[in-house]
Antibody, heavy 122, light 110 residues
């Protein structure tokens, strides 16, 4: 089955670091870009950035550049989103997404992870 | 970066037709994709490109585009269609690999 399975919910304190994961299965991981999308409580979807696992080519939204790091380990078909110092405003659901076509940073995301809820307290 | 604008809320009577719109300069260069999100669930892709509906999406969902406006039309809306709908597209202003989302439209089926 083609799927993205994300790591579980996290509860952290302001200033702590965090790395969440998105494991792919059922398709060739290195042939598709993988992106991350944020959804703050009760709010809309925000595109954070995207990575091509084959060569780790990465693009960040200007809104998230310098705030998070996107990476991928093609040996275990897993993408990551990490923070070095969390803020309370990072409290949100985070989704990993995959475009519908190989080797293209298409905006048509036909595969979504189940989401990882990150809660940051002060 | 550019923006995509959606009406915050739209309502439709059961069985009637509703159009949800998305406006933005990037839509002059790129097609929109449309997503349906129900409470507590991840979004799902319901329409994309010029005329593409993913497998399993009912054919009552259709899309169109003209100028800087993309539309998602639901013909014969069902109670199950009540959800939030988001558009997105590539961002034509900075880097074509960048993607932007609209703010979302809450669809109520009366």
């Amino acid at each position: 089955e083609v799927q993205l399975v994300q790591s579980g919910a996290e509860v952290k304190k302001r200033g702590e670091s965090l790395k969440i994961s998105c494991k792919s299965s059922g398709y060739t991981f290195t042939r598709y870009w993988i992106g991350w999308v944020r959804q703050m409580p009760g709010k809309g979807l925000e595109w954070m950035g995207i990575i091509y696992p084959d060569d780790s080519d990465t693009r960040y939204s200007p809104s998230f550049e310098g705030q998070v790091t996107i990476s991928a380990d093609k040996s275990i078909n897993t993408a990551y989103l990490q923070w070095s110092s969390l803020k309370t405003s990072d409290t949100a659901m985070y989704y990993c997404v995959r475009p519908n076509a190989e080797a293209t940073a298409s905006s048509a995301y036909d595969l979504w992870g189940q989401g990882t809820m990150v809660t940051v307290s002060s | 970066s550019s923006e995509l604008t959606q009406d915050p809320a739209v309502s439709v009577a059961l069985g009637q037709t509703v159009r949800i719109t998305c406006q933005g300069d990037s839509l002059r260069s790129y097609y929109a994709s449309w997503y349906q999100q129900k409470p507590g669930q991840a979004p799902i892709l319901v329409f994309y490109g010029k005329n593409n509906r993913p497998s399993g999406i009912p054919d009552r969902f259709s899309g169109s585009s003209s100028g800087n406006t993309a539309s998602l039309t639901i013909t014969g809306a069902q109670a199950a269609d009540e959800a939030d709908y988001y558009c997105n597209s590539r961002d034509s202003t900075v880097n074509p690999r960048d993607v932007i989302f609209g703010g979302g439209t809450k669809l109520t089926v009366l």
